[in-house]
T-cell receptor
């Protein structure tokens, strides 16, 4: 079955540091890949997504590239801000299937 | 658009009581999902509907849980009787169904349930 593995948290960084959150996946078909973000007390919201190999999703300075050869979708940001403090979830859905398989989430805290 | 609307936002009840959670999806979306989030188990898909029909309920924990979608703009998740281990945040999400996949799910703010 499908699975998503993302790096254990929590992750604490200083403002303006470079961020990488690793995500690897196992899927039988041609999945779409997502990063969702959850701010305190809120529901999840889509941060970015990629639907085929070598696609790059980007939003709010965050980027992730769909790497089929390494089955990875690592999240990066060049300079984090305090407002980026949240829990980040990597997820996938199979082609033609709406169900999302989520990773366990990585809590990110940015200190000024 | 108002986004996905859930009610109540917070619910405190006693063990054995019936709990009903409500969700209004985004207008025009034809898929609806119910999730449960806890520290121990993370985010779990309980059930999802497409065009008001339950497609996959394999995540529903047991017979105490039931979900309905009587029309395109309303769904309920009911727990009867409730138990302390049901304490969690319950999210509803909706999306537009597409054959190719890759659809974004839009989450509501959640209902925080505490069963004493």
């Amino acid at each position: 079955g499908n699975s998503v593995t993302q790096m254990e948290g929590p992750v604490t960084l200083s403002e303006e540091a470079f961020l990488t959150i690793n995500c690897t996946y196992t899927a039988t078909g041609y999945p779409s890949l997502f990063w969702y973000v959850q701010y305190p007390g809120e529901g999840l919201q889509l941060l970015l997504k990629a639907t085929k190999a070598d696609d790059k999703g980007s939003n709010k300075g965050f980027e992730a590239t769909y790497r089929k050869e390494t089955t990875s979708f690592h999240l990066e940001k060049g300079s984090v801000q305090v407002s980026d403090s949240a829990v980040y979830f990597c997820a996938l859905s199979d082609f033609g299937n709406e169900k999302l398989t989520f990773g366990t989430g990585t809590r990110l805290t940015i200190i000024p | 658009d108002a986004g996905v609307i859930q009610s109540p936002r917070h619910e405190v009840t006693e063990m054995g009581q019936e709990v009903t959670l409500r969700c209004k999806p985004i207008s025009g979306h034809n898929s609806l999902f119910w999730y449960r989030q806890t520290m121990m188990r993370g985010l779990e898909l309980l059930i999802y509907f497409n065009n008001n029909v339950p497609i996959d309920d394999s995540g529903m924990p047991e017979d105490r849980f039931s979900a309905k979608m009587p029309n395109a703009s309303f769904s309920t998740l009911k727990i009867q009787p409730s138990e302390p281990r049901d304490s969690a945040v319950y999210f509803c999400a909706s999306s537009s169904h597409g054959l190719a996949g890759g659809q974004t799910q839009y989450f509501g703010p959640g209902t925080r349930l505490l069963v004493l």
